[in-house]
């Protein structure tokens, strides 16, 4: 049962334009949501937060939406660069947990 | 800098042979991950610890045991290789309990069991 989805396995964006990549999670449990970004042969590298008080936090050309009724949260990168081509997961957990679950990712290319 | 380091980048071992994957972070976080990466499976939880000697299962824990003893180290053990644990083995290790400033990852080891 996968608690945390990203239904669009890979996105193409030309460079300049907006990427919006999608995640829909099913446990109205989560309260706080992560978003990661991953180079090839790297560890996946923090990228920005929401916590379920919120529905919008920003952070230079990334900014995260949450639709609490929806299940659904989305990263908006504006403008897309080449170096943003990356896989990016979202991650969710719930109050009092260690643990985050995470999506199945979405390939992100850039063209320039 | 701080770091959350794996011992090895690539690794070929034999089926049914006993694989130590090491994890040393820096930052004195308590609680320590190793996820798995699969094409479309996205990252998956193996095992955590949340403190020396303290282990719990996460999602997908068959076939895999760890060790820390002390609580920079989290190891995890495949206790007999198989090729369905081929695998990016990731370690990620946190300071809070809920991880609310995120995971710091490492850069992960692609394992091949042949």
């Known amino acids: 049962d996968q608690q945390v989805k990203q239904n669009s396995p890979s996105l193409s964006v030309q460079e300049g334009r907006i990427s919006i990549l999608n995640c829909d999670y099913t446990?109205?449990?989560?309260?706080?949501f992560l978003w990661y970004k991953k180079y090839p042969a790297e560890g996946p590298t923090f990228l920005i937060s929401i916590s379920s008080i919120k529905d919008k936090n920003e952070d230079g050309r990334f900014t995260v939406f949450l639709n609490k009724s929806a299940k659904h949260l989305s990263l908006h990168i504006v403008p897309s660069q080449p170096g943003d081509s990356a896989v990016y997961f979202c991650?969710?957990?719930?109050?009092?947990?260690?643990?985050?679950?995470f999506g199945t990712g979405t390939r992100l290319k850039v063209l320039a | 800098d701080v770091k959350v380091t794996q011992s090895s980048r690539y690794l070929v071992k034999r089926t049914g042979e006993k694989v130590f994957l090491e994890c040393v972070q820096d930052?004195?976080?308590?609680?320590m991950f190793w996820y798995r990466q699969d094409p479309g499976l996205g990252l998956r939880l193996i095992y955590f610890?949340?403190?020396?000697?303290?282990?719990e299962k996460g999602d997908i824990p068959e076939g895999y045991s760890v060790s820390r003893e002390k609580k920079e180290r989290f190891s995890l053990i495949l206790e007999s290789a198989s090729t369905n644990q081929t695998s990016m083995y990731l370690c990620a290790s946190s300071f809070t309990g809920t991880g609310r400033d995120g995971y710091t990852f490492g850069s992960g080891t692609r394992l091949t069991v042949v």
């Open positions: 446990n109205s449990m989560f309260d706080y």
């Open positions: 610890s949340y403190d020396v000697k303290m282990k």
């Open positions: 930052m004195d976080h308590e609680n």
């Open positions: 991650a969710a957990s719930d109050s009092g947990t260690y643990k985050y679950i």
